[in-house]
C-alpha cells in the first residue's frame, strides 16, 4: 500500500493483558520483530522518562520478551493503512487496580491523594510519559485513540469496594486520559474480560459495558469468550483475535483509513 498520509499517534495502557503475557515465540506467523516504522515509547523501554522512541519495537522493548493483543495492531496498521508510520505511547504493568483498595502495589486511579506515595500511581506516570513524549516531538504527534485492557485487578472477590466503583473510577480514569492529550472525545477501543478468567467478575463487566453504551466514542470489544494460556491470560489465538478486532473498529469508526480484515463478527459495546 501506498504510504502517502503522515504518520499517527496511539497510546495505550492498562494491566497485564495489554502488557503482554504471550511469549514471543507464538507470535502470528506474518508478524517479525523489529516491528520497523512503530516508533515506540513505553515504561520499559530505554529513556523514556525524557520521551525518546525507539525508532522499531523490539523484542526487548516487551515486558519480559511477552506481547499483548496491541502489538497485533499495531502491525495491522504499519502493513494495512497508508500511514508513513506509528508512534505508540504505552504505560503498562500486570495486577493494577483502579481502586487503590483492589489488587497490586500501583492503582490507576485518579484519586491521588488516596495513595500511599506519587510512586504507586500509574497515572501520574503515564501522564509523565506522554508529556515528555510531547515536549521531545514538540507537539507533533497525532493521537488518533487509546488503546485501554483492565478490570481483572478490581473483581469483588479481592476488593468488594473496587468493584462497586469501577463504572466511576473506570470514567475517571478515562475522563482524565482526554483531558490529559487535550480532546474530550478522544476514540478508546477496549476490551471485556474473558468469562474464562478465573479473575472475571460480572459486575466490573457490566460496569464497562455501561460505560461504553453510554459514551459513543467508548468502543468496547466482547472478549468473553477468549480463551487463556493460563488463568487470567489471553492465548496467543484470543490475543491475535483481538488486536485484528481492535484495528477493524479503528477503521469502522473512521479513527483511520485503511484495508479492514475478513473476520468473524463480534459484538462491540
Known amino acids: 500500500m501506498e504510504k502517502d498520509l503522515a504518520p499517527i499517534t496511539l497510546i495505550s495502557a492498562g494491566q497485564s493483558n495489554i502488557d503482554g503475557r504471550v511469549p514471543v515465540a507464538e507470535l502470528p506467523a506474518d508478524i517479525h520483530l523489529p516491528l520497523a516504522d512503530c ?10 522518562d525524557k520521551g525518546v522512541f525507539q525508532p522499531s519495537l523490539k523484542t526487548s522493548d516487551l515486558s519480559q520478551d511477552r506481547w499483548g493483543f ?28 483502579i481502586d487503590p483498595t483492589g489488587d497490586g502495589d500501583r492503582h490507576w486511579t485518579t484519586h491521588f491523594a488516596e495513595l500511599a506515595s506519587p510512586d ?13 513524549c510531547l515536549a521531545a516531538s514538540q507537539q507533533h504527534l497525532d493521537i488518533k485513540a487509546m488503546l485501554w485492557h483492565q478490570g481483572e485487578a478490581d473483581r469483588g472477590s479481592y476488593s468488594q469496594v473496587a468493584a462497586d466503583h469501577y463504572y466511576d473510577n ?100
Do not use: W
Open 170 to 269: 473506570l470514567k475517571a480514569v478515562f475522563t482524565y486520559c482526554r483531558q490529559l492529550v487535550g480532546n474530550a472525545t478522544l476514540p478508546i477501543i477496549c476490551g471485556t474480560v474473558s468469562h474464562h478468567s478465573e479473575q472475571y467478575d460480572p459486575q466490573v463487566e457490566k460496569s464497562m459495558i455501561q460505560l461504553a453504551s453510554e459514551d459513543p466514542n467508548i468502543h468496547m470489544i466482547d472478549m468473553q469468550n477468549g480463551t487463556l494460556l493460563d488463568a487470567y491470560h489471553f492465548d496467543a489465538k484470543s490475543a491475535e483475535f483481538f488486536g485484528n478486532q481492535v484495528f477493524n473498529c479503528l477503521i469502522d469508526q473512521k479513527i483511520i483509513e485503511g484495508k479492514k480484515l475478513d473476520l468473524p463478527a463480534v459484538k462491540i459495546y
Open 39 to 48: 516508533h515506540y515509547c513505553s515504561n520499559y523501554t530505554p529513556n523514556h
Open 120 to 132: 504507586d500511581s500509574l497515572l501520574l506516570a503515564f501522564t509523565h510519559l506522554i508529556k515528555q
Open 70 to 97: 496491541d502489538l497485533v495492531t499495531y502491525h495491522n496498521i504499519l502493513q494495512r493503512t497508508p500511514y508513513q508510520g506509528l508512534y505508540v505511547i504505552k504505560c503498562s504493568e500486570g495486577g493494577t487496580s
